[in-house]
């Protein structure tokens, strides 16, 4: 019962923290799915990623928040609706609900016929080669140190091979990764991929999480 009785209570101070949370209260406001669209929004701000009349490819979409950040600032009027000036393709092994102008593939992005689906989906669009890859993408972590590296290091791995394969030379890739056993292999993998590499912990990022988004900006040829 003791068992129980603290479950309970690490639930309900869970729950009360994130009702209290800032950001839940702005993506509320702001018609956001989820927090994770200010983590977005202040990479984006900082580092000027995304612009008008750019297809960005948005890995590990759902909920969608991240998909929603684009959709706006591809929008010549920041508007949730309406028209759009750009491209938006997502991925996610769990579904999503809809997002006005995004196209969505429902699969695992680890999976080489999902990866073709992809690809075909970005040439039925004209589009040549894209602009901003974003990966949210993050394994199901087990503690084990050695293994959730490993998870972690693959789907980082991925991210940058589809983006050496389909980015513009001067286009951009962030991904989300973790304090640990991966962190300075992946460091080093985007130095050798990236002409600009930063690592950024946003302010919506919460202080207990070992979160950090490593961007890569401009293809070394």
Same mark, same amino acid.
């Given at each position: ?72 600032? #591809? *929008?010549?009027? &920041?508007? @949730?609706?309406? =028209?759009?000036?750009?491209?938006? !393709?997502? +991925? ?48 199901? #972590? *087990?503690?084990? &140190?050695? @293994?959730?590296? =490993?998870?972690?290091?693959?789907? !980082?791995? +991925? ?49 207990? *999480? ?12």
């Amino acid at each position: 019962m003791k068992v129980k009785t603290q479950s309970k209570k690490v639930n309900k101070a869970w729950l009360n923290q994130h009702v209290n949370d800032p950001y839940v209260i702005l993506a509320k406001r702001d018609g956001f799915r989820a927090r994770a669209a200010y983590k977005l929004k202040e990479i984006d701000e900082t580092l000027g990623l995304i612009h008008p009349g750019d297809c960005v490819v948005d890995l590990g979409s759902t909920p969608g928040a991240w998909s929603q950040y684009v959709r706006r600032r #591809l *929008s010549p009027s &920041g508007a @949730a609706v309406g =028209a759009l000036n750009g491209q938006i !393709v997502a +991925l996610d092994m769990l579904p999503m609900d809809p997002v006005e102008g995004v196209h969505f593939i429902p699969g695992d992005f680890r999976e080489e016929a999902v990866l073709l689906e992809l690809e075909a989906a970005l040439k039925a669009r004209g589009v040549e080669a894209v602009d901003v890859v974003l990966s949210d993408m993050a394994p199901n #972590l *087990s503690g084990i &140190g050695s @293994a959730d590296a =490993a998870r972690i290091t693959d789907l !980082v791995e +991925l991210a940058v091979d589809f983006s050496v394969k389909n980015l513009k030379p001067d286009g951009s890739l962030v991904v989300k990764l973790f304090h640990g056993g991966a962190y300075d292999p992946m460091v080093a993998l985007f130095r050798s991929t990236f002409k600009v590499v930063k690592a950024i912990k946003p302010k919506a990022s919460r202080d207990k *999480s070992s979160e950090t988004f490593l961007v890569g900006m401009g293809l070394k040829t």
